[in-house]
């Protein structure tokens, strides 16, 4: 009995440190910001500032922006992503593990370097602008600047998670359902608007949601392109560290605002997947069927027109960091003077940072994620569910507001840790960690639990079936949340551009600079080097996971 108890405290031990490490970097912080926002300079209860803010349209503005913005992004990446995704998964097309690599790198990438990318293009004096108006005398339609600019280079970029998502929706429908469908004379694109989609309703809420979120809270791409168009994300940004004077208690009010929008969103989401909540197993999965010679001309044009127009502000970010520069202007020829200078300035700090911050960021992750699974699936009650429900509160928080949470929360002793690498960490692993907890989650709900049993039973302690079986069934779901957050680590923005300092700076905070000092050549080196790495990354975990795409 003895021996029992102990096993079982083993794991209320692991609740209560996940729980207390939850309450310490999460719940406290936030708590602050909302006491920040409620409170005045002298620490009496205060809604002036809601007040203010609402009653003002130059700053309420911001979050109707926002939410419009937000809307139509996802509306353009759920007409881009589905007819993307459909035709990759139910068709042969040329070069399948092509676009795929390249559709997932378009939306791995910095946000903020597409929309530089498109300013170098199609800006007032970009290369595709000049060259349509003075030799084609074609004016250009609108700008890339303002509300259109921001929907076009983030629909790019954000599509990919449709397509991923939407993937393994099509891989669950079972292929008995179309060919029953086929038999009642629902066949092309009545079936996919009939059948197909509505069976993936609740993939597609999830997609949406995902696609909603990401963009409403979008730092870089407005803040480049936005000009006379303000979103709550910079404005948040102009109140912390504005150049007429930073106000806390006001960056902490729109953000609360900012908390309040988002999770009504995510509870909307909820209840939207909750009607169509039912499950399906694919027997019998879709076999891939040849399009014919016009149906596969159309759909290879399709998928790989999309690619090429998404990922050509990356290639052209490549090839202007071999150009020769001089601060903003690009010259004739080609050198290596960006890469030097970028060598001499921050790259090798830059790189180890990101590599070290995002790596312990990952590792913290990735532990975290194994421990709640298990408790939440496999010791599943009321303590356990709550903490799975708190670790998903970063889900629906911008990562500005994460940043500055923290930095209210960790400015004085004894906790002070402002301008440390660790507080860079936690904002990291705080930012990131639904992705892979719910992967893995996911993972583990399929693993039978007859699997453990039958180890126990064979006289291995729990702990070691943890260790040696559970653990290790659970690494496809694992690896593949885990390279969603590492992508998103090594290109983290948002947060970063308020913990960050010349000791913790990282590759994407060097680009950031290196565009707001005017100098694009290095600029375009930090982003390339970006580039390559996010690259990197997606080959290893291909590699070592053997997998033929990404699960979510």
């Known amino acids: 009995m003895l021996h029992n108890k102990r096993k079982v405290d083993v794991w209320t031990f692991v609740s209560l440190v996940i ?40 700053y309420s503005r911001t979050i109707l922006n926002s939410f419009e913005l937000a ?54 004096s970009g290369v595709l602008t000049v060259f349509l108006e003075n030799t084609l005398h074609i004016k250009m339609f609108g ?25 393994g929706a099509f891989k669950n429908i079972d292929n008995s359902l179309l ?47 936005g000009e006379g168009f303000r979103t709550f994300p910079v404005e948040i940004y ?72 998404s990922f050509l502000p990356q290639l052209y970010v490549i090839y ?44 913290v992750i990735i532990l975290l994620s194994i421990f709640i699974a298990y408790l939440v699936v496999r010791r599943s009650n009321l303590w356990n569910n709550l903490i799975d429900s708190i670790s998903m509160i970063p889900y629906i928080i911008p990562g500005s507001v994460i940043g500055i949470a923290l930095v209210i929360a960790f400015s004085n002793k004894p906790l002070a840790l402002t301008g440390t690498m660790l ?13 892979t907890i719910r992967s ?28 040696a079986v559970t653990v290790p069934m659970m690494t496809n779901g694992i690896l593949s949340g885990a390279i969603l957050s590492w992508v998103s680590l090594v290109t983290e923005l948002s947060s970063s551009i308020i913990l960050y300092n010349n000791s913790t700076i990282t590759l994407t905070m060097s680009a950031y600079v290196s565009i707001a000092m005017g100098n694009y050549g290095m600029a375009c080196a930090f982003s390339s080097i970006l580039t390559v790495l996010t690259f990197v990354s997606l080959l290893v975990y291909l590699k070592v996971s053997g997998a033929e795409d990404i699960q979510v």
């Not at 992503?81 to 795929?100: D, E, H, N, R």
Request: contains cysteine; charged residues 10%; positive net charge.
């Open 143 to 167: 700008s890339i600047y303002g509300m259109g600019g921001i929907v076009l280079v983030e629909t790019l970029k954000l599509f990919p998670l449709v397509f991923i998502y939407m993937n």
């Open 423 to 435: 507080i860079m960490i936690i904002s990291f692993v705080i930012r990131r960690m639904p992705y």
């Open 238 to 309: 102009n109140q912390y560290l504005g150049e007429n004077g930073t106000d806390f208690h006001f960056a902490a009010t729109i953000s609360v605002i900012a908390i309040v929008i988002t999770a009504l969103v995510f509870a909307l989401q909820k209840w939207g997947t909750n009607k169509f909540k039912f499950s399906i197993n694919a027997l019998h999965p879709v076999q891939k069927k040849n399009p014919g010679l016009v149906g596969g001309i159309l759909m290879n044009a399709y998928c790989y027109l999309i690619i090429a127009f």
């Open 71 to 124: 809307v139509l992004i996802t509306l353009c990446s759920l007409l881009i992503g589905i007819p993307f995704s459909y035709f990759y998964s139910f068709y042969v097309l040329k070069g399948a593990k092509t676009i795929f690599i390249l559709s997932i790198l378009c939306c791995m990438s910095a946000p903020f370097i597409g929309a530089y990318a498109w300013i170098l293009l199609l800006g007032r």
């Open 179 to 225: 060919e029953a469908s086929a038999n009642l004379g629902c066949v092309g694109v009545n079936r996919l608007l009939k059948i197909i989609l509505r069976l993936c309703m609740p993939t597609i809420l999830a997609a949406s949601l995902l696609v909603f979120m990401r963009s409403f809270a979008d730092f870089g791409t407005p803040l480049l392109l």
């Open 320 to 363: 202007l960091s071999f150009k020769k520069c001089d601060m903003a202007v690009f010259k004739p020829g080609f050198s290596l003077d960006s890469y030097r200078a970028a060598a001499r300035r921050l790259l090798f700090r830059s790189f180890s940072n990101s590599l070290l911050i995002s790596g312990l960021a990952l590792l």
């Open 19 to 58: 729980m207390a490490a939850f309450i310490l970097t999460l719940l406290y912080p936030m708590i602050k910001i909302f006491r920040l926002a409620v409170l005045d300079e002298s620490g009496r209860f205060t809604l002036q500032n809601f007040a203010t803010f609402f009653s003002k349209p130059y």
């Open 440 to 467: 893995a989650t996911a993972n583990l709900i399929q693993i039978p639990m007859s699997i453990e049993e039958a180890s126990i039973s064979l006289g291995t302690s729990k702990l070691k079936t943890f260790r």
